[in-house]
Nanobody
Framework: QVQLVESGGGLVQPGGSLRLSCVTS????????IGWFRQAPGKEREGISC????????YYADSMEGRFTISRDNAKNTVHLQMNSLTPEDTAVYYC????????????????WGQGTQVTVSS
């Protein structure tokens, strides 16, 4: 059973930062690459970043590189997403997901999803 639990969302002012966390198990981190995705109201789910299970390499969607940083804390079985310089356009539900095949930011390729955490950027 693959479980992914996101946390760290909330209300933040434009220009602010948040760090999201995705807690899972050691087995999941060994078997799956972990990605972060988001879905804004009325929009399709989009990929942000992924961290490879094999070598810890990170990948970012073209539009996401620069303000978002993915990292993995093996001691805590947690994958983080650091988000900086947030704008209202970043308002969305943020999800982490486990991918068994390759590290990808394509939502359709993910095998398991967390429940999501809401991020709202507003003054």
């Amino acid at each position: 059973q693959v479980q992914l639990v996101e946390s760290g969302g909330g209300l933040v002012q434009p220009g602010g930062s948040l760090r999201l966390s995705c807690v899972t198990s050691r087995t999941t981190l060994d078997r799956y690459s972990i990605g972060w995705f988001r879905q804004a109201p009325g929009k399709e789910r989009e990929g942000i970043s992924c961290i490879s299970r094999t070598d810890g390499r990170t990948y970012y969607a073209d539009s996401m590189e620069g303000r978002f940083t993915i990292s993995r804390d093996n001691a805590k079985n947690t994958v983080h997403l650091q988000m900086n310089s947030l704008t209202p356009e970043d308002t969305a539900v943020y999800y982490c997901a486990a991918t068994s095949v390759i590290c990808t930011v394509v939502p359709g390729a993910a095998d398991y999803w967390g429940q999501g955490t809401q991020v709202t950027v507003s003054s």
